[in-house]
């Protein structure tokens, strides 16, 4: 008998006075976990292919399923935990590096939720955004540092290429292939009915979606799939993608069985053959040569663009993005170590990095210092989870934030954490089209675009309950930031006083 | 159109060569004006001095030819036309090309070719007259990459680390000196059906640059291709 080193890390509860036998769970089961015994006349499971996806619990018709943890435990050890011990095992099996998706599930902490939020009592009153106009309205690009006249006296308004957002808040990088097409046109139809932004990734953009343009962020990332002057040019901005806050160092790989027909022409590949991304640029060893490759887009695309460099959240990210900031970047993303990805090692996502909270209040400050900030807008990234997220983010020094996991969520995802598999039986992490047609994008990006005017809604009342009426006054505004239970240290990286203080 | 570059700066430089209008540009006295041609469609451009950094980036049906050197990242990400240098090239030269030609009378620096890819009828061909430096077609995806070795027939005409994370496309190599390569890669000798295939190829650059291309058809090569067997399939597990 072959030995099983690990249990099935879930249990399929199917309560047997509910279930009808209809095989809904089995059908819509892309883990072919669900399966009918007509020896026993009746519904079984297949534990150990279950991820915990949630679709069937969700699907059935009479509420007869539940998934919850496997409650069979190897001996309790703070040291050896189950799932280090687990992981041992699939590694002697295979010899093989473990892959993972999404943001870490490992307990760091989170700073969002050690920092509160301050609001005006008798001076300086709370304004009522119902009554009052508000102003989430974001300008992304590099702003004037002093007036300029030409020979008549007359005041130059010329300014550099900007993003215009109605709302601080745009949809990080997912590509094409990582994500089915209908996840990218909900994502390009919400950002086009939001008035923000989407981004391609790495992935190239999809023939269906140059008409969303002006809603696009396209990115430039060291496997240069699908870059072409076109494509350079369809987007309002150009990210190139230095780093990802879930796999700072390292690059992408996106298997041969995800490259159908259409992922394949969209990134000008073979179908069926791997999408290798080095994980440096290999024309990219320094500032200048990061310059070097920002001025060759922005001549590519005339100077009409603004470009984006997206950095990991590193050790030295406060020096590293002093340098982007000279490189001649107009908007500096900072990806921190919390955020998603469709595919990373799992020692890589769940160890290297730092916080974004900590990595943005050392950028915003650093760039302060050196007389900079002005040159670049910055946009925070990596876990992002709620509208006070972003306020909080917003007043440690970022002009908007992008999002993707809570993006996902309004689509269905339940973070089941295995996009890298290609199995997303709520068809968003799949190019099975049996699987992408579950995605329907007439309401799915309705749910984004109900999402986000939900958080901008709460963004206005928070501002409002700080006597702001403008997103441009809570930038970088840390006296409105307290810390609860931070070491000294940690409040001054922050650059906030502590609760009571 | 005649453009005088002295002095001038890449910006406008740039800008002269889009408002051209007819198809022929010829630049003097260039002196490492960078981005020249960059996304540039539908031009004929002629070089004499030395172009800077980027020559070529993103270049979307354009030829450019150069009467002496030039410097890195030539061709970078670019789809289509020809790039022509009359002389040895720097680094990153073609790095991601998807389509067009980059011909090279002498030799290449680092990283040449890295993540060169192809898709459907684009196949895009870097020929490099004598050697180059490390690194040449890492993480190589598609295309076709010639290094002659004129002048380099006693040593291996390729630096160290060549074709590391090849998966696709082909390199051939004019030597008797077979290179180090990683296991994942299949090293043969060249047949003749091989040679009949890079015939035209060699031809091209014989043409442009004033040699026999007979004579360098005629001696011994090593054809590089991914091992078939996928070295990276069998790297990850799901966790």
Redesign the interface.
């Given at each position: 008998m072959p030995v099983n080193y690990f249990p099935a890390e879930f249990e399929v509860l199917r309560n047997y006075d509910k279930c009808i036998s209809c095989r809904a769970c089995e059908r819509q089961c892309a883990n072919e976990v669900h399966y009918y015994d007509a020896d026993f006349g009746k519904m079984l499971a297949h534990e150990n292919q279950c991820v915990d996806c949630q679709r069937c619990v969700c699907i059935c018709p009479t509420g007869a399923l539940k998934i919850r943890p496997n409650e069979n435990s190897f001996r309790k050890s703070a040291n050896y935990t189950q799932p280090l011990m687990t992981e041992a095992y699939r590694q002697a099996g295979t010899g093989s590096v473990l892959l993972s998706s999404m943001g870490t599930p490992k307990d760091y902490p989170v700073y969002w939720d050690k920092i509160l939020l301050n609001a005006s009592q008798v001076t300086n009153p709370p304004i009522d955004p119902l009554r009052e106009p508000m102003e989430t309205r974001v300008f992304l690009g590099k702003k004037p540092t002093q007036m300029k006249f030409d020979k008549n006296g007359e005041l130059d308004t010329t300014l550099e290429p900007s993003l215009t957002l109605n709302v601080p808040i745009m949809f990080s990088a997912m590509s094409y292939g990582s994500i089915s097409k209908n996840a990218h046109e909900s994502l390009a139809r919400a950002a086009e009915g939001l008035g923000t932004f989407y981004n391609t990734g790495e992935g190239g953009l999809h023939k269906d979606f140059y008409k969303y343009g002006a809603n696009t962020i396209v990115q430039v990332a060291s496997g240069r799939f699908g870059v072409h002057k076109d494509y350079l040019n369809a987007g309002a901005a150009i990210e190139i993608k230095m780093g990802q806050g879930a796999k700072p160092g390292i690059g992408g790989h996106l298997p041969g069985e995800k490259i159908k027909e259409d992922v394949a022409h969209t990134r000008m590949i073979p179908r069926g053959t791997d999408a290798i991304s080095p994980a440096p640029h290999h024309d990219i060893y320094s500032i200048e040569d990061l310059r070097q490759l920002i001025f060759s887009v922005k001549e590519a695309t005339e100077y009409k663009k603004p470009v984006i460099v997206k950095i990991a959240a590193v050790h030295n990210v406060a020096a590293i993005a002093s340098g982007v900031a000279r490189s001649g970047a107009d908007i500096i993303a900072i990806d921190g170590f919390r955020g998603g990805t469709g595919a990373a090692p799992t020692r890589i996502r769940d160890n290297v990095g730092i916080p974004i909270e900590l990595a943005l209040a050392a950028v915003d400050g650093r760039l302060r210092h050196e007389g900079i900030r002005n040159e670049v807008s910055i946009v925070a990234a990596g876990s992002i989870r709620c509208s006070s997220d972003a306020v909080k983010a917003i007043a440690l020094g970022a002009d908007a934030v992008y999002i993707a996991t809570p993006a996902l969520l309004a689509m269905g995802c339940h973070l089941c954490r295995s996009c890298h598999t290609g199995k997303c039986n709520w068809g968003i992490a799949t190019q099975n089209p049996e699987l992408v047609k579950r995605l329907n994008p007439d309401i799915a990006y309705k749910r984004l675009v109900n999402l986000v005017t939900a958080w901008n809604h709460e963004i206005q009342e928070i501002m409002g309950g700080m006597g702001i009426n403008s997103i441009e006054a809570l930038r970088g505004n840390r006296l409105m930031l307290r810390g609860i239970g931070l070491t000294e240290k940690e409040l001054q990286i922050l650059g906030i006083l502590h609760a009571g203080e | 159109m005649k453009i005088n570059a002295e002095n001038m700066s890449?910006?406008e430089l740039?800008e002269k060569i889009?408002a051209s209008r007819g198809r022929r540009v010829e630049i003097e006295n260039m002196l490492g004006q960078?981005?020249t041609g960059?996304?540039c469609?539908g031009k004929d451009i002629h070089i004499s001095g030395i172009p800077g950094?980027?020559l070529g980036?993103?270049l979307?049906g354009c030829d450019i030819t150069v009467y002496g050197n030039a410097q890195?990242?030539v061709g970078?990400?670019m789809?289509d036309g020809t790039i022509t240098i009359h002389g040895n090239v720097g680094?990153?030269a073609g790095?991601?090309m998807?389509d067009g030609k980059i011909l090279v009378k002498g030799s290449a620096g680092y990283?040449a070719g890295?993540?060169m890819?192809?898709?459907?009828e684009?196949k895009p061909l870097m020929v490099i007259g004598g050697k180059t430096g490390d690194?040449l077609a890492?993480?190589q995806?598609?295309g076709r990459i010639i290094v002659l070795g004129i002048g380099y027939e006693k040593q291996c005409p390729v630096g160290d680390f060549c074709c590391t994370?090849m998966?696709?496309g082909v390199m051939y190599i004019r030597t008797e000196h077979a290179p180090e390569l990683p296991a994942q890669v299949l090293c043969e000798d060249a047949d003749k059906a091989d040679i009949k295939a890079i015939k035209a190829d060699v031809e091209l650059f014989a043409k442009k640059f004033g040699y026999d291309a007979e004579e360098l058809l005629n001696a011994h090569f090593y054809k590089l291709t991914p091992n078939t067997s996928?070295p990276?399939?069998?790297?990850?597990?799901?966790?």
């Open positions: - | 890449f910006r740039n889009r960078r981005y960059s996304g469609t950094n980027a980036a993103y979307t890195d990242a970078d990400a789809n680094d990153a790095y991601g998807r990283r890295i993540h890819k192809e898709y459907m684009k690194f890492e993480y995806a598609g994370g998966h696709g996928n990276y399939r069998r790297l990850y597990v799901n966790n």
